[in-house]
């Protein structure tokens, strides 16, 4: 992943070597409580997420949904759908694609935030950096109650295990097992909807176009409809968790727009840039 966050920071910021960016933005954060302060809420966000599912607030939460009567949505957007990602999925597969899906999905989408901050940070871009905590930290907290308390299970989950078929299959099972039993630690099998691969992508791509590097702005949009195409062709999430997953993302910019107004639009000194703090 290192190796991909360096990568899109030189695509951001093709004048200066990125190690150099990173090291740099890396080395400030250490030497100032504000920066680490910024750092570790972002970081406290993924700590909460990983947390949810170990303790198992997320089962505890279904079972106490389904002793009051509470419902498995799965087969009720089923219907609603009907066979759209078995469509997609059966029209579009191929090894490649299944490759490089995986790796948008996988790989480059939990770099892109790390990304963003790295280049808004070189650019010395206060609301840049603010947007993108804020945007962050509403996108989790806004899905957090629709994961428990509107369960969806995974589309290749429903196929296999509620109609015993192979019309959507998981399709990084094509890469390795493994790949899918790793990445489940930090997503659980019924928090579909809304798609946060979706969200959070497409809100990194929006804020993207404050850095007025449009190359860089478009390497990030199309990174964000990568990432919530691979959630359809990997099997993974519903039509319906995609356009929850749209939704999210422009109420979570604007929100983040409009929150950050304390903070100049131009580009000035970087966010805790101070060393005291």
């Not at 964000?224 to 999210?248: E, K, P, R």
Request: positive net charge; hydrophobic residues 50%; charged residues 15%.
């Amino acid at each position: 992943m290192g190796a991909t966050v360096l990568l899109l920071v030189w695509a951001g910021v093709p004048e200066m070597p990125p190690w150099r960016i990173v090291g740099r933005s890396i080395w400030a954060t250490v030497r100032s409580r504000r920066r680490m302060l910024y750092f570790l809420t972002c970081l406290s966000i993924l700590a909460a997420n990983y947390l949810y599912l170990v303790i198992g607030v997320d089962e505890a939460c279904n079972e106490w949904i389904g002793a009051a009567g509470g419902n498995d949505y799965t087969a009720a957007v089923h219907r609603f759908e009907g066979e759209f990602v078995s469509r997609l999925q059966g029209a579009l597969a191929s090894l490649p694609l299944t490759w490089f899906l995986g790796f948008v999905y996988v790989v480059a989408f939990p770099c892109l935030v790390f990304t963003l901050l790295f280049v808004f940070d070189h650019l010395r871009h206060r609301r840049g950096l603010a947007m993108l905590l804020i945007g962050y930290v509403l996108n989790y907290l806004i899905a957090l109650p629709f994961f428990l308390w509107f369960p969806l299970r995974e589309v290749y989950h429903y196929y296999a295990n509620d109609l015993a078929s192979q019309g959507v299959r998981l399709m990084l099972d094509d890469i390795h097992p493994v790949v899918m039993e790793a990445y489940r630690l930090m997503s659980g099998l019924d928090n579909c909807f809304p798609s946060f691969h979706t969200s959070l992508g497409v809100t990194l791509a929006l804020l993207a176009w404050h850095t007025r590097r449009p190359r860089f702005a478009l390497l990030m949009t199309g990174l964000g409809v990568a990432n919530a195409l691979s959630t359809l062709y990997l099997g993974i999430h519903w039509g319906i968790d995609v356009a929850g997953g749209l939704a999210l993302a422009f109420a979570a910019y604007g929100l983040a727009r409009l929150l950050s107004r304390r903070w100049a639009e131009a580009p000035d000194a970087a966010l805790g840039r101070d060393q005291g703090g």
